[in-house]
Nanobody, 122 residues
Framework: VQLQACGGGLVQAGGSLRLSCAAS????????MGWFRQAPGKEREFVAA????????YYEDSVRGRFTISRDNAKNTVYLQMNSLKPEDTAVYYC????????????????WGQGTQVTVSS
């Protein structure tokens, strides 16, 4: 599975961005898909995840209510809509896929995209 993330950029605080992650190589329709982020000098952290059908979503506390994860299995793509962005959201954002394990643990994800930079200015 190859994952290609895009949609990052520079935005002012309070603004919005929509990240996309397209999968290729095989379908990820039966995978949990997640978004993680890593700020300079910090460990990679969980942001959001969605189960295979889209019926269950999970969020890190600081983004709940501001970010929305969704997926389109027909397009083999997962999205992260980010609203009310804050400077502390600045990081490289990665999409990932897992067939087993937890939805929030970095080490449980089997496949990773290359990351897309999100920078929020104050």
């Amino acid at each position: 599975v190859q994952l290609q993330a895009c949609g990052g950029g520079l935005v002012q605080a309070g603004g919005s961005l929509r990240l996309s992650c397209a999968a290729s190589g095989r379908t990820v329709n039966d995978y949990v898909m997640g978004w993680f982020r890593q700020a300079p000098g910090k460990e990679r952290e969980f942001v959001a995840a969605i189960n295979w059908s889209g019926s269950n979503t999970y969020y890190e506390d600081s983004v709940r209510g501001r970010f929305t994860i969704s997926r389109d299995n027909a397009k083999n793509t997962v999205y992260l809509q980010m609203n009310s962005l804050k400077p502390e959201d600045t990081a490289v954002y990665y999409c990932a896929a897992t067939g087993v394990g937890s939805y929030y643990r970095v080490n449980d994800y089997n496949y990773w995209g290359q990351g897309t930079q999100v920078t929020v200015s104050s």
